[in-house]
């Protein structure tokens, strides 16, 4: 069966360090994978989606970025983080030609 | 491009009282239709799923949705709620592109009282 893991699944952090959260997702190849944002109150926010190595959509300017190195592997980041960037963070796989998104842990991002 | 509506954002419900949390989804073809559920800190489980055929679709935890294409909704129901129901709920739709983006809603906090 397939699962996701999402680490660290907290993380405080001030303002102006680097960020680095991971996406691994096992039991399936070539999945299109995720990136939300869940702030407080609010519903969520695509951020990033792959399907496939290196390919890389943003849906919204920000100071975040994300890489997919690997198949199954989707990493969120950010040179220098700022106090906006506080939220859950969830990353999603999918199947090609599957049509309901699978859901990982989430990390609770905190900036002070 | 798709958008999700829940007019509502906070919900109070008696423990073995009806439920019915409300979807507007704007989309341009049929649309694929989510509903997922949230526990505090954790992340989200899909409820149930709509593509096509049977407008009355049955989820998990005897939670079932219809879809009403001409009223653009998809709400979901439980006929008797449990202090477990309590969590915050989303709707979604879904591209039907080979990119699989949702649009979510805003989500429905379900409080149940005793």
């Known amino acids: 069966s397939q699962t996701i893991h999402q680490w660290p699944a907290t993380l405080v952090q001030p303002v102006g360090s680097p960020l680095s959260l991971e996406c691994t997702v096992e039991?399936?190849?070539?999945?299109?994978l995720y990136w939300y944002r869940q702030a407080a109150g609010r519903g969520l926010q695509l951020l990033f989606y792959?399907?496939?190595?290196?390919?890389i959509s943003s849906e919204v300017p920000q100071n975040l970025s994300a890489s997919r190195p690997q198949d199954r592997q989707f990493i969120l980041s950010s040179k220098k983080l700022l106090l906006s960037d506080s939220g859950f963070y969830l990353c999603?796989?999918?199947?090609?030609?599957?049509?309901?998104?699978?859901f990982g842990p989430g990390t609770r991002l905190t900036v002070l | 491009a798709q958008s999700v509506t829940q007019p509502d954002i906070h919900i109070t419900v008696s423990e073995g009282a009806s439920l019915e949390l409300r979807c507007n989804y704007s989309y341009g073809a049929t649309p694929y239709l989510f509903w997922y559920v949230q526990s505090p800190g954790q992340g989200l489980q899909l409820l149930l799923k709509y593509f096509s055929g049977d407008t009355l679709v049955q989820g998990i935890k005897g939670f079932e949705a219809e879809f009403k294409r001409s009223q653009s909704s998809f709400n979901l129901r439980k006929p008797s709620v449990h202090w477990s129901d309590a969590a915050e709920y989303f709707c979604a739709v879904g591209t039907t592109d080979s990119w699989g983006k949702f649009q979510f809603g805003a989500g429905t906090q379900v409080v149940v009282t005793p």
């Open positions: 039991g399936t190849s070539n999945p299109n």
């Open positions: 999603a796989w999918r199947s090609t030609g599957v049509n309901e998104q699978f």
């Open positions: 792959s399907v496939g190595i290196g390919q």
